[in-house]
């Protein structure tokens, strides 16, 4: 069983900057691919951004590419999510994701555990 806890989100003004970071343990991280979705009040869970196991495969959703960097330490069981250019519409519950799945999936049911998320907030 592995178990996920998020931090670093709070409250910033647009255009502002945030790093995420997830630690794991209770399972072996480097054979995990990592994923990051959000979820915005009354709208659905949304993915983000994924890394592979060794870290050379990632993939964004559109609305975040060249804004936002997925990156992953296998030696300290962390993965991060740095995010620049923040926008209002970035505002929602960050949750951090373990797969199984070789190549990096995009869709939330490829997921087999989760964290319990870190709010971000975005100021217009």
């Known amino acids: 069983q592995v178990q996920l806890v998020e931090s670093g989100g709070g409250l910033v003004q647009a255009g502002g900057s945030l790093r995420l970071s997830c630690v794991a343990s209770?399972?072996?991280?480097?054979?995990?691919?990592m994923g990051w979705f959000r979820q915005a009040p009354g709208k659905e869970r949304e993915f983000v951004a994924a890394?592979?196991?060794?870290?050379?495969?990632?993939s964004y959703t559109d609305s975040v590419k060249g804004r936002c960097t997925i990156s992953r330490l296998n030696a300290k069981n962390t993965v991060y999510l740095q995010m620049n250019s923040l926008k209002f519409e970035d505002t929602a519950v960050y949750y951090c994701?373990?797969?199984?799945?070789?190549?990096?999936?995009?869709?939330?049911?490829?997921?087999?555990?989760w964290g319990q998320g870190t709010q971000v907030t975005v100021s217009s």
């Open positions: 994701a373990a797969s199984s799945i070789f190549t990096p999936p995009v869709t939330a049911g490829n997921y087999n555990y």
């Open positions: 209770g399972g072996s991280f480097g054979s995990y691919t």
């Open positions: 890394i592979s196991r060794g870290g050379s495969r990632t």
